[in-house]
């Protein structure tokens, strides 16, 4: 069976850093976060946002 490495929030952003600002990195993070199957609550608290912060850029997070 072949090993998945997958990158983490943090790696991503050392990557891409320039590109895109930590705190969209973050509402991504969640996004991932939760379409894993981790719920929303611990998904916003691992990332140190709030739902209301989510919600309100998520949409504009994805069509950028």
Do not use: C, W
Request: net charge negative; proline share 2%.
């Amino acid at each position: 069976m072949a090993h998945k490495e997958e990158l983490t929030t943090e790696m991503h952003f050392d990557l891409i850093g320039k590109d895109i600002p930590k705190f969209d990195l973050y509402i991504m993070g969640v996004y991932g976060a939760i379409s894993r199957g981790v719920s929303i609550e611990d998904a916003l608290k691992k990332y140190g946002l709030t739902r209301e912060q989510y919600e309100s850029n998520i949409e504009r997070v994805l069509s950028s």
